[in-house]
């Protein structure tokens, strides 16, 4: 069933809302990243968190402008969606990982109001644009597909660390972790994560609607 136009004007109005968000959140942190230190904006953009935020906001706003004109949102774009929204997600685990090992090795590591948004609480409005926002059937083999911008992501940062000698996370740097084992076990939990992310994401979009399960009563 085809939601109200109404409720299509909301998705569109929410979704350009949390696209200007994101857009604010990556000048701020961008801003309290390089006044709290000597910080490359190069190596600003080369994390994940924010060249993931950044389709992610891309994809809001293809998605407010399709809201705010047809009836449903097309199959492509729900792959989009549920793409972007697992990279997000994973993103916010990483994230709340690091927060929590700092803390329980006695280094806390502190938030600000951007680096949240960006880690928690936009991924969190995708989540919920995902559940309540109607999509359509989503293949199965968009699991395939969600390692393909992180595979392009990992070797550009490993290229790119071998001559500025930085790395966006811990355990891609060949001084902290043991190669090529631990680093390969690192990637293998990173691809589980995602992989078991995306496909919880479209079980979900599978599931019988409420107005589904009243009609087959």
């Not at 968190?49 to 097309?74: H, K, W, Y």
């Not at 994973?90 to 590591?109: H, Y």
């Not at 968009?142 to 930085?166: E, N, Y």
């Not at 966006?168 to 902290?176: A, K, M, Q, S």
Request: glycine share 6%; charged share 10%; with cysteine.
């Amino acid at each position: 069933m085809e939601p109200p136009a109404t409720v299509r004007k909301t998705f569109g109005i929410l979704r350009l809302l949390v696209a200007a968000t994101g857009v604010v959140a990556l000048i701020g942190d961008i801003n309290f990243t390089l006044g709290n230190g000597p910080f490359a904006v190069a190596n600003f953009f080369s994390y994940f968190t924010v060249e993931s935020m950044i389709i992610a906001i891309c994809v809001f706003v293809i998605g407010a402008v399709i809201a705010l004109r047809r009836d449903q949102d097309p199959l492509w774009l729900d792959m989009l969606r549920v793409l972007s929204t697992t990279w997000l997600i994973v993103s916010g685990i990483v994230f709340a990982v690091i927060l929590v090992e700092g803390t329980l090795r006695g280094v806390p590591v502190w938030a600000p109001w951007s680096s949240q948004l960006l880690h928690f609480w936009i991924p969190a409005y995708a989540i919920v644009d995902w559940l309540v926002a109607p999509a359509r059937d989503v293949p199965w083999r968009t699991v395939l597909w969600v390692m393909i911008f992180p595979s392009m992501w990992v070797a550009f940062t490993m290229i790119r660390g071998a001559s500025v000698f930085w790395y966006p996370y811990f355990f891609l740097d060949p001084n902290l972790v043991d190669m090529p084992w631990e680093f390969i076990g690192y990637l293998l939990l990173v691809i589980a994560i995602f992989s078991a992310t995306v496909a919880m994401l479209i079980g979900i979009s599978r599931l019988p609607t409420f107005e589904e399960l009243r009609a087959r009563g």
